[in-house]
Nanobody, 127 residues
Framework: QSQLVESGGGLVQPGGSLQLSCASS????????IAWFRQAPGKEREQVAC?????????SYTDAVKGRFTISRDHAEKKVVLAMNRVRPEDTAVYYC???????????????????WGQGIQVTVSS
């Protein structure tokens, strides 16, 4: 069964940086669009960033993180990284990485188009 695993979460001070990684035990990461979602307490899950699987490089971001977060592929380590810079308290959430089952896809915007999910990892921004 395909599975994604997140790592790198934790506590970070406002204005600091954190790097999340997403790796897989069942899919070839380079072939799939990979998205990061987050869900804060009492809020709906939202897509934070996505890197496409068709060209492997196109990216998209929610407005709240544009210019602060960067999603990229680490081909050597076979993972996708979310670099979070200048973090804010409102970035506090459980972060999930997700992928569609089909390969070579563009970035989808709906949760239901992503069938493979990680367990989630907590990111807390606080002084």
């Amino acid at each position: 069964q395909s599975q994604l695993v997140e790592s790198g979460g934790g506590l970070v001070q406002p204005g600091g940086s954190l790097q999340l990684s997403c790796a897989s035990s069942g899919i070839t990461m380079d072939y799939h669009a990979i998205a990061w979602f987050r869900q804060a307490p009492g809020k709906e899950r939202e897509q934070v960033a996505c890197i496409a699987g068709d060209d492997g490089t196109s990216t998209s971001y929610t407005d709240a993180v544009k210019g602060r977060f960067t999603i990229s592929r680490d081909h050597a380590e076979k993972k996708v990284v979310l670099a979070m810079n200048r973090v804010r308290p409102e970035d506090t959430a459980v972060y999930y990485c997700a992928a569609p089952v089909n390969k070579w896809s563009r970035c989808y915007t709906r949760d239901k188009d992503f069938e493979i999910w990680g367990q989630g990892i907590q990111v807390t921004v606080s002084s």
